[in-house]
């Protein structure tokens, strides 16, 4: 069974930074893309970023692109989500998402909220 | 970017009534590349239709997808309880996008 467990959240200044993780167990995660999706409070999914299983190849949103950096850490089974110069519209829960082989849609996590408020 | 268009954005319906949603895309999706996700308050979103007709693991036959080129839906047949919620397509021909969501109340 694929599980996706998402952690680092918290309340941040404008401008600051955080890293979220995403551990993850029930499959060879090294074999699949991995995907952040959020959802700011009260409205629809904004797919933010994704990389690659075989080559850790990266993709990135307009909205977070220069200021979001997504990785893997194969050995540790867990993906990360650097995020810097945040701003009030990054609130939202993020979700860790496993791509399926070949094409990206979706088993989630059950995310973690990141709120980004003076 | 491929904008998604979902309609309605409400749907009122009984238990047992027949609810048909609708997903639009600004760019035609050659290989069908439509998934179909319904999200419970306080969950994360579940994975119901892939290929624009594939039921994932698990989901009941109740759920159908079906549609091609920029035109897509979901129905369910009849309604149970548990299936109000909210519904997200999702294109992944290209980089991703979702539908702004349909949500299925009950009348």
């Known amino acids: 069974e694929v599980q996706l467990l998402e952690s680092g959240g918290d309340l941040v200044q404008p401008g600051g930074s955080l890293r979220l993780s995403c551990a993850a167990s029930g499959f060879a995660f090294s074999s699949y893309a991995m995907s952040w999706v959020r959802q700011a409070p009260g409205k629809g999914l904004e797919w933010v970023s994704a990389i690659s299983g075989s080559d850790a190849k990266t993709y990135y949103a307009d909205s977070v692109k220069g200021r979001f950096t997504i990785s893997r850490d194969s050995s540790k089974n867990t993906l990360y989500l650097q995020m810097n110069s945040l701003r009030a519209e990054d609130t939202a829960v993020y979700y860790c998402?496993?791509?399926?082989?070949?094409?990206?849609?979706?088993?989630w996590g059950q995310g973690t909220l990141v709120t980004v408020s003076s | 970017e491929i904008v998604l268009t979902q309609s309605p954005g409400t749907l009122s319906l009984s238990p047992g009534e027949r609810a048909t949603l609708s997903c639009r895309a600004s760019?035609?999706?050659?290989?069908?590349?439509i998934a179909w996700y319904q999200q419970k308050p306080g969950q994360a979103p579940r994975l119901l239709i892939y290929?624009?007709?594939s039921r994932a693991t698990g989901i009941p036959d109740r759920f159908s997808g079906s549609g091609s080129g920029t035109d897509f839906t979901l129905t369910i047949s009849r309604l149970e309880p548990e299936d109000f919620a909210v519904y997200y397509c999702?294109?992944?021909?290209?980089?991703?996008?979702f539908g702004g969501g349909t949500k299925v109340e009950i009348k």
């Open positions: 998402a496993k791509s399926y082989t070949n094409a990206w849609y979706y088993d």
């Open positions: 760019q035609s999706l050659s290989n069908s590349q």
């Open positions: 290929g624009a007709s």
């Open positions: 999702q294109q992944y021909g290209s980089a991703p996008t």
